[in-house]
């Protein structure tokens, strides 16, 4: 390389230097980037050696990156015809779509209306309703449960008075009986 590319690569890396650290001592405040990737470089050799799996896996990351690379992508991607096919199969799918689609935009125009588009003015009114729908709930959960108590009682008097009524029968068959019994 030239002494002339090397001052313009000096330059360049001084002016991205002075927008990244500013008015900073930079030598003095941080690291220096390569002596930090060495020591990392550095401690992920020695962690790695001895280990083969890992090993492997590192001598495959080209082939891992190879996959990852979107245009890797179009080569495993599946052919035309089996692209065809697969649209195909799902025709009725996508023609059901379709059809939600195009209702949906014949109905846009309804969502643009001035009633829908009024909506937030009646909000102070909606707001209102909805606290006098709360208020009658309450008034009919207390009804519900007064009703509730009242048939009750109901049920309890109506017990009673068939259990009194029992007796009093039982009273009266007792004394007919006895009555026919002194009159034979």
Known sequence: MSDSKLDVFDERLESLEKRVFGDFDKDADYPKVLDSLCSINT??????AGRPQIEAVFKR???LDEYLDTDAVDHLTVSLSANMDLILAEEDVIREHA???EQIEQMCDVLGSEHIKAV??????LYELSTVHIQQQDQLAELSGEAT???DKYNSIISLLSKQFAHWDAIITDMELAKQQKAA
């Open 43 to 48: 401690q992920i050799n020695s962690a790695t």
């Open 120 to 125: 937030p003015s009646l909000q102070t009114q």
């Open 149 to 151: 108590t009242l048939l």
């Open 61 to 63: 990351l080209g082939e």
């Open 99 to 101: 059809s939600t689609l």
